[in-house]
């Protein structure tokens, strides 16, 4: 009896702590299949979205009806009961969430199928809204996760209000006049002086390339290894007719340069190097997209004389790797392209809650620990899924980083091309991966009975009960700036950011220590900001935090000669106003000529002049403008068009209208595509005279919550980026300072349809075979049904439409379309392709119905 009881008592206790006795019958999660689906956008009349995950069961074993978890992740909200009576779903930490079996969830048999049915807080808008990276874990095996063996998202058709159709797209082409090719200015972006005359230079590998002046060397050596390759082999014959020389001219500006192309010789001036690169590069853009495809004998360049400098000093691409990791080479890549459009500086977002991408040799967990992420509930080894990465920790793009090697290269690269790399080092909010990196560092330390050591970079007081949120839904990413290990932590990682940039002989002119979207209520119940409260008088609140710690911050820096930049929460003071929480200028670090990024101007949440009001307090601003300039936004509002679209949704023209000393006089739509309302501007800050002076340039922000892997990076930032480098680059527009509105508008048009001629017929053929090739965005073709036939136009003069009429996707062997379609009912597809044949987005028409 009593041998039957204790049998008894240990089935108990492993069904009780969720083993199954029949253990090998559990199914094979690989055959398992996740579908995510669409049912209602506006249920229950509450605009929110009813959707569902549906679960099928493919394997030879049946789903037991509990004993598991699935995870996921969303920057979204969720009702936690599902809908369907059968799941919870609760958050975890970040955009982490679990999906547990309630007894309402039955036992899937193999070849069946279980819906969870549950409510997210808001309709679904575009793909990127789906669930990411999903997985399961079975509870009697926690510290492992497993993939699906397929996760798909079927398509859904939206009719929500400021939907882009095919229709729409469409009647916003046909305004683009076509301009033949001759007729456009062939220097890209658009020089400040510029004629063509008759005749032209032959370019070919015999031509003798005269630096002149030896602090051009390296210059000479760029055009001759772009000369090998174009034409497979470097300069052969010396004796040539034909020359390219490079010559000093006194008193032209940094950046400057003077063009001359001649039938007999090409002749480049300028009073530095950097003005010689960029007199270069613009005489690459004379080479026609053609002359890349294949290998051509001798090239025709156009007779031109080019006068040229930039409107702006500071002219940057900001590119997160902490999100989601890019790989050194495309990088590379991305430099290569920034330096072809003049580009001069690019913001490398390196740590994040989500990653840390950069060795530091004084602390390897940085790396070994928050440089990967994979399935778990601790962080204590590695960081968790995050943005759909997985439960594996060898994934692509959660996990990765650059060695100390690999940045030396990345600096080098950038150097040779004249740009600056600035390195962010988040603070003190989005820290998470720091802060679990010490934390494992203390750990280890703590174990070999080191306790001095293991405390000396601690960033979080374990003792600390403050309870918050951020932005992203951490509780834990905040660093405790009352800590003195802290500062102890910026001062190593700053060191080994000298060493590393010294080694490369590459400059450090600033590093950026972020500061943004720091939480309400952190540090409030920290010991170590008690202690600190006590013996500093000057500190009344948490507010007061921030001041000391970029002060601190700013000392460090000061003492290496270094500049110290941030986001715009770095440069304001936490005040009242008429009661209500307000942020002015912090009067305490202008006189420190810090640098901030400002991106907060979204249309119709209070912070529009934000920028200008920084900029006339005495702050150097670089615009980084949300409604303008985030490559991460969404091109338009249409279900299979990727992106967020919480800020705006920025198409190209948002780039190419952006006005940066006006930027409220052409916003004229909100971040939901609605017409503005203009009243939103009463009251706000114009940009000062003095301001304008504080304005040192412009950026585009590629975030990387939605990026994964390069064809994605590519995809967002291209050809967007051609509208930052034009703004950026060239003068301020005649359309930008008309003040008749008419005559604006219309001056806007020929110059807007000039551009587009521009990058359709030069510029992405250019960047279709430039280094490689870049996947740059192919738009949908607009579509319109008109007596009987189908009309179609692409926003870029230039790229082929292709159709077809049996209901397949068309490819690069389809129908090239010339002119109206005949339509006789059933489905009919348009796509527009590169020149190699990469389409982009279908268009689908058929039943006189147009779906996105």
Same mark, same amino acid.
């Given at each position: ?665 052409? #916003? ?6 609605? &017409?503005? =309302?203009? %009243?939103?501007?009463?009251? /706000?800050? *114009?940009?000062? @005279? ?121 490819? #690069? ?6 002119? &109206?379609? =005949?339509? %006789?009912?059933?489905?009919? /597809?348009? *796509?527009?392709? @590169? ?18």
């Amino acid at each position: 009896m009593n041998k039957i009881f204790m049998l008894m008592v240990i089935a108990a206790v492993f069904v009780c702590s969720g083993f199954k006795i029949n253990d090998d019958k559990k199914p094979n999660v690989a055959e398992l299949y996740l579908n995510w689906q669409v049912m209602d956008n506006n249920y229950q009349n509450k605009n929110e979205a009813l959707t569902a995950l549906v679960i099928t069961n493919k394997s030879h074993e049946t789903l037991p009806a509990g004993g598991w978890k699935i995870y996921f992740n969303s920057g979204r909200g969720f009702t936690k009961a599902a809908v369907s009576n059968n799941a919870l779903i609760e958050q975890v930490n970040g955009d982490m969430y679990s999906i547990t079996p309630t007894s309402g969830f039955k036992d899937l048999k193999p070849g069946a199928t279980a819906r969870i049915e549950f409510v997210c807080d808001d309709p679904v808008v575009n793909i990127t809204d789906a669930p990411e990276g999903p997985y399961l874990v079975w509870d009697n095996a926690p510290e492992k996760g497993y993939s699906f063996g397929s996760y798909d998202i079927t398509p859904y058709k939206p009719t929500y209000q400021g939907l882009i159709t095919p229709e729409i797209v469409y009647d916003r082409n046909k305004t683009v006049s076509d301009i033949p090719a001759g007729q456009l200015v062939k220097v890209f972006p658009t020089p400040v002086s510029y004629s063509l005359s008759n005749g032209s230079f032959s370019f070919s590998p015999g031509v003798r390339i005269s630096s002149g002046d030896a602090r051009f060397n390296k210059e000479a050596a760029v055009l001759r290894n772009y000369i090998a390759a174009i034409f497979g082999k470097k300069e052969a014959v010396k004796s040539s007719a034909n020359v390219i020389s490079f010559e000093y001219k006194a008193g032209l500006g940094e950046e400057a340069y003077e063009l001359s192309v001649k039938s007999s010789a090409v002749t480049i001036r300028a009073s530095t190097s950097t003005g010689i690169y960029y007199g270069i590069q613009s005489f690459k853009s004379l080479i026609p997209a053609s002359s890349l495809a294949k290998t051509p004998s001798s090239v025709q360049i156009p007779c031109v004389e080019v006068a040229d400098a930039p409107r702006f000093a500071h002219r940057a691409v900001m590119l997160d790797v902490a999100r989601n990791f890019q790989s050194k080479q495309q990088v590379l890549k991305l430099l290569e392209a920034m330096s072809l459009y003049k580009l001069n500086t690019l913001h490398l977002h390196l740590t994040d809650d989500e990653g840390w991408r950069i060795e530091i040799p004084s602390l390897p967990e940085l790396t070994s620990v928050a440089s990967k992420r994979g399935h778990t509930l601790d962080s204590k080894h590695h960081l968790p899924p995050s943005h759909g990465s997985g439960p594996e920790v060898n994934n692509l793009f959660g996990t990765g980083y650059y060695t100390r090697a690999d940045y030396i290269e990345i600096l080098k690269y950038a150097s040779d091309r004249h740009i600056t790399v600035i390195p962010e080092i988040e603070t003190p909010g989005h820290a998470r991966g720091a802060i679990k990196a010490m934390n494992a560092r203390y750990d280890r330390l703590i174990a070999e009975g080191k306790k001095a050591e293991a405390e000396k970079y601690l960033l979080y007081d374990q003792n600390d009960k403050s309870d918050y949120r951020s932005v992203q839904y951490w509780n834990d990413n905040v660093i405790d700036v009352s800590l003195p290990s802290t500062y102890n932590f910026v001062e190593a990682v700053v060191n080994d950011l000298i060493s590393t940039y010294k080694e490369a002989g590459a400059p450090l002119p600033t590093i950026h220590f972020g500061g943004d979207e720091v939480p309400a209520n952190v540090w409030e119940k920290s010991p170590a900001y008690a202690a600190l409260k006590a013996t500093h008088p000057e500190i009344q609140s948490t507010n007061d935090l921030w001041y000391y710690f970029y002060g601190r911050v700013n000392e460090i820096l000061k003492a290496k000669g270094i500049l110290l930049s941030g986001w715009e929460e770095m440069a304001l003071r936490k005040t009242t106003l008429d009661g209500q929480p307000a942020y002015v200028p912090n009067p305490d670090f202008t006189k420190e000529h810090l640098q901030v990024d400002v991106w907060n101007n979204v249309l119709g949440a209070g912070q529009e002049d934000l920028a200008y009001r920084l900029a006339n307090g005495g702050y150097k601003v670089v615009l980084t403008c949300v409604t303008n300039l985030y490559f991460d936004m969404a091109n338009y509002k249409s279900f299979d068009e990727p992106g967020y679209y919480w800020g705006a949704f920025l198409g190209i023209d948002k780039f190419f209208s952006f006005i940066p000393y006006d930027y409220f006089k052409n #916003a004229d739509v909100d971040k939901q595509g609605n &017409p503005i =309302n203009r %009243n939103i501007f009463i009251g /706000k800050q *114009r940009l000062t @005279d003095y301001g304008k002076s504080n304005i040192v340039g412009l950026q585009g922000a590629l975030w990387a919550e939605t990026v994964k892997g390069p064809e994605r990076m590519d995809y967002m930032i291209f050809p967007r980026l051609l509208g930052l480098a034009e703004r950026a680059w060239a003068q301020d527009p005649a359309w930008a300072t008309e003040k008749d509105p008419a005559k604006s508008k219309e001056a806007y048009q020929v110059a807007w349809s000039n551009f587009l001629n521009v990058l359709g017929k030069r510029e992405l053929p250019r960047l279709t075979y430039y280094n490689g090739g870049y996947d740059y965005r192919v738009p949908k073709p607009g579509i319109s049904l008109q007596d009987g036939k189908y009309l179609s136009n692409v926003e870029f003069p230039g790229l082929t439409i292709r159709y077809t009429t049996n209901g397949k996707d068309p490819d #690069a062997s389809s129908k090239v379309y010339t002119g &109206p379609v =005949n339509y %006789n009912g059933g489905v009919i /597809k348009f *796509r527009a392709f @590169d020149p190699k044949g990469r389409g982009g987005n279908v268009a689908e028409g058929g039943n006189n119905n147009l779906n996105p």
